[in-house]
C-alpha cells in the first residue's frame, strides 16, 4: 500500500540488482509476447506454473502507488499525479494527488471502470477500507473519507488525528492497516511528529513509530520505535503479530542497509541514533533485531498469503515488493525462539530498470495484483536524475495456472443482514479469506447474541485458524461473556491461539486473566511466554512484578527478556527490583538493575550500579557502563572509577571498548575532559 523512499539518502535503482535472498525458485519467462504496462514477456519471470496479466493500465490509471481492496472487490489506488511537488510545502498548500476506485464490472478478473474517489490529496500513503469509510493517511492527517451516497466519490472528509511531518521523498505516516484485533495501525519515518490525541494529550518525537488506534481515533499509542529511516508496510500474522518492512536498520556497510521486522509491543529498534535518547525511549538492553537484512533493496508493500490458492505451501507465507531490484520476494515465515526468521526466494521480477513496483495485495480469489507506479518518482534518488512521465503505471495479476475458480470470492452473494449468528459462525472456517473476514465482522456486529457459538468454535473446531478468529471476535464483542470465554484460549494447545488470546487480554486490560498469564511465564512454548509477559505490563497491575521478576531468571530469548523488563518498567514499581538486585542470578540482577534506570519512578543511585562495574561478570559490567553512560549526574563516581580501574592491571580488549563508550557519553562534562587530558 506504500513505498519508502525508494531512493532517499543518496542509493538508486542500478546500485541493488541483487540482495540477500535464497534463489530456490524454478522460475520461467511468460509466453505471452505483450504484457502491458511498462514490461515485455522478455524480461518478466515468474515460478513455473504461474502467469502474469495486465488488469489496468493508463486507460485506467496513471502512477498508482498504494492499493487497498474493500470487503466487496472494489479496489482504492492511492495514486500520484507525476513528478508535480518541488518542495514539500507544495503537497500542502495545493495538493495534486488522488483516490481512484476501480471496480471489474463482469467479474473478468480485470478492471474496467474508473472513478475518482477523492482529489486534492497531499500525499497518500495507503489506507484501508472499514465500515464504510475510507481511512487514509496523507500527512500530516489520517483521514476518513466517507461516500455517503453510493456514487463512488466521497463527500465527507475528516482529519481523525494530525500532527506527522511530511516528505515528499515519501517519509512519513503510513497506512492505515487494520489487524485482526480490529485496531489501526500506522507506521511514521523519522521525519517526526507533533500531534495532540482526542484525548488532550501531545505526543512529540523524531523518531520513527509504529501505532496503533481505535478506528475513531481514540487511543492513539506507539507499540514500536526507532532511529531506523523509515518503516514501511504492515502485515499481521494470523495472531495478529505485526510484521513489516523498513529502510535503514543500519547505514549502509557489509551489503546491509533494509530489513524485515517483526515489531514487538515496546521494542526500541536500529539503526543507533541520538534521537533514540532525545525521545525518551525506555530500552531494555540492546536495540532489538530484525528479522531478515537485505541489502539497499527498497522495500515497499507487503502482504501475507492467507490462502493456499497459489500452492499448499504458500499459506501464512509473506509477499514483499522491493523498489530498486524490480521484483516482489517471497518471505516464508518460520517461528524461531520468540521471534520469527525467514527462507527468502524471488517470485516475481522485471529485469527493467524503468520497472517499478510498489504495492503487493492478495486478492480474494488467491491471486496476486502487483501496483506499478510508472517512471515519475525522482525526489531523494541522485541517480534518477529525470523523471519519465510517459511512462505511466499499471496494475498485474499473478495466478496459477492450474487453479481451480473460486466461486462467490468476496461473499457478495451472502445475505449477510439476515445471517443467523451459528451460520456466521460456520463460515469462520470458509476457506475464502474475504468470507472469514465479512463473518467476523457480522459476529462482531451481532454481539452478545453470537457469544455462544463463537464460543463452541473456540473450544471445538479442530482448526487453529478458526479458533484464533473466534478469539479476536470475542475480544472485540468484549461483553463479559464474551472476555470470559476469550480467556480460555490461553490454555489452547496451539501456539498460534495462546498468543492471539495473550494478546487479546492484554489489550483489553483483563485482571481476571492475570492468575493464568502468571502461569504461563513459565510454559515451554517462548512466543506464549513473551506474549504472557506483554499482556501483563498492559494489565498493570502491581503484584505482578515478583513472578516477571522470577522469570526473568531463566530467560534468555531476547525477545522474552524484552518483554519482561519492559513489562516491569511500564508497571513501574521501584522497591521489588531494588531488593532483586542482590538476588543470585546475574539474568535476575540485570533484568533488574535495566528496568530500575528505564522506569519513570526511577530511584537509580550510582552506589546501586558501582558494584555491577567492579564486578567480574562481563555481561553485567557491560550492562552497567551502558547504563552509567546516560547518567551525567553520577561523572564524579565515574571518574573515580576509572581512575582506580586504570591505575590497576592493563585493560582487556573488552574493557577497553566499554570504557571507551563511558568516556564519549561522558565527553562534554569538563571534569570528565579534565581527567581525559590528564591520561594523554
Known sequence: MRFASPCAFGFGILLCLSACTDEKAKTTQVESPAIGGNISAAHLKVPEGYTVETVADSGLVDYPMFGTLDATGRLFLFESTGNVYEETKEALEKPQFRINLLQDTDSDGKYDKSTIFADKIGFPQGGVFYKGSLYVTSAPDLWKLTDADGDGVAEKREVLLSGWVLNVNANSVIGPFLGPDGWLYLTSSIEGFDITTKEGQRLKGETARIWRLRPDGTKLEWISAGGMNNPVELTFTEAGEPIGTETYFTDPQAGQRDALVYWTEG?????????????????????????????????????????????????????????????????????????????????????????????????ADGSILVVETGGWFIKGCPLSQVSKPEMQGALYRIRRKDA????????????????????????????????????????????????????????????????????????????PAALTAMRTGLTDKDTQVRVAAARAVGLARDTAAVPTLVKLLSHNDLPTQRQAATALGQIGLPQTVPALVTAAEKASDRFVRHALVYSLITLNQPQPLVAALSQASAKTREAALIALDQMKASTLRSSQVMPFLNGKDKELQRTALWIASHHPEWAGDMIAFLRQRLGAASLTADEQELFGNLLVAFGRNVPMQQFMAQQV
Not at 311 to 327: K, M, P
Not at 340 to 351: A, H, L, N
Not at 406 to 421: E, M
Request: hydrophobic content about 35%.
Open 267 to 363: 521494542g526500541v529498534y536500529p539503526k543507533p541514533n541520538t534521537n533514540i535518547d532525545r525521545d525518551g525511549l525506555p530500552r531494555t538492553g540492546d536495540l532489538m533485531p530484525v528479522v531478515s537484512k537485505y541489502s539497499r533493496v527498497a522495500p515497499s508493500g507487503i502482504a501475507r498469503c492467507r490462502s493456499n490458492f497459489l500452492g499448499n505451501d504458500f499459506q501464512n507465507n509473506l509477499l514483499s515488493v522491493q523498489f530498486n531490484t524490480h521484483r516482489v520476494l517471497r518471505h516464508k515465515l518460520v517461528r524461531e525462539g520468540a521471534s520469527f526468521r525467514t527462507e527468502d526466494e524471488t517470485f516475481f521480477s522485471v529485469d527493467q530498470e524503468d520497472f517499478h513496483p510498489t504495492d503487493v495485495l492478495e486478492d
Open 404 to 479: 481451480d475458480r473460486v466461486d462467490d470470492p468476496y461473499g457478495n452473494a451472502i445475505a449477510w443482514q439476515s445471517l443467523s449468528p451459528a451460520k456466521a459462525a460456520d463460515y469462520l472456517g470458509d476457506a475464502r479469506p474475504f468470507v472469514q473476514d465479512r463473518a467476523a465482522e457480522h459476529l462482531v456486529g451481532l454481539g452478545e447474541t453470537a457469544v455462544k457459538d463463537i464460543s463452541a468454535l473456540l473450544q471445538q473446531n479442530a482448526s487453529p485458524d478458526v479458533r484464533t478468529k473466534a478469539v479476536f471476535a470475542l475480544y472485540r464483542i468484549g461483553t
